[in-house]
């Protein structure tokens, strides 16, 4: 029988590789500019393969939006666990053109099983310093369960997160590998 490997957070491989898909996606003229956040309520009631399989289908929503929409789909995926309440989540990064972005923020509600537990938002990749002193993107949200050697000497900022089992983040085909 497979085991799946549990993780504490995104290590310096992980987190180099993201930065390239993005940069990849970039260049590829797909920006990842929609971040999709998908909190369900009843993941500490779920078994790994119901939760997996519930991230997997707010996953290809995004995709048969873009399918029925006639666009090119481009994301990163990360997997987290607020420690406060020890629920895992969901955060997409996602390519979505300006004309469909208003679309998709009100299509995004309706793709969870519960009310409230997806919403979307415009997005940026880009930077900007915080009044504490940190980098922050959407891109460094999504990514902010690093290990303390992923941000070692970097000014972002980190938050301490607990065991995932499985995969912790992932890429669309078209962008991932840098």
């Not at 289908?57 to 789909?73: A, K, L, P, S």
């Not at 406060?84 to 998709?104: I, Y």
Request: hydrophobic share 40%; net charge positive; charged share 25%.
């Amino acid at each position: 029988m497979n085991s799946r490997k549990s993780t504490n957070a995104l290590s310096v491989k992980d987190f180099k590789a993201i930065i390239a898909s993005d940069a990849k996606a970039t260049a590829l003229g797909l920006p990842l500019n929609v971040l999709i956040s998908f909190h369900p309520r009843t993941t500490r009631e779920m078994e790994l393969e119901e939760r997996l399989a519930e991230f997997k289908r707010i996953t290809n929503c995004y995709c048969q939006f873009g399918r029925q929409n006639g666009f090119e789909r481009a994301w990163l995926s990360v997997r987290e666990v607020a420690l406060d309440t020890m629920a895992e989540h969901l955060h997409l990064l996602c390519h979505v053109p300006h004309k469909q972005r208003a679309k998709l923020v009100a299509n995004a509600k309706g793709w969870g099983r519960e009310p409230d537990a997806c919403h979307a938002r415009t997005a940026s990749t880009k930077g900007y310093w915080s009044d504490a002193g940190y980098w922050f993107s959407d891109l460094l949200y999504i990514c902010k369960q690093m290990s303390p050697q992923a941000v070692f000497r970097r000014p972002y900022h980190r938050i301490g997160g607990a065991p995932i089992e499985g995969a912790r983040w992932g890429a669309s085909r078209n962008i991932k590998g840098g």
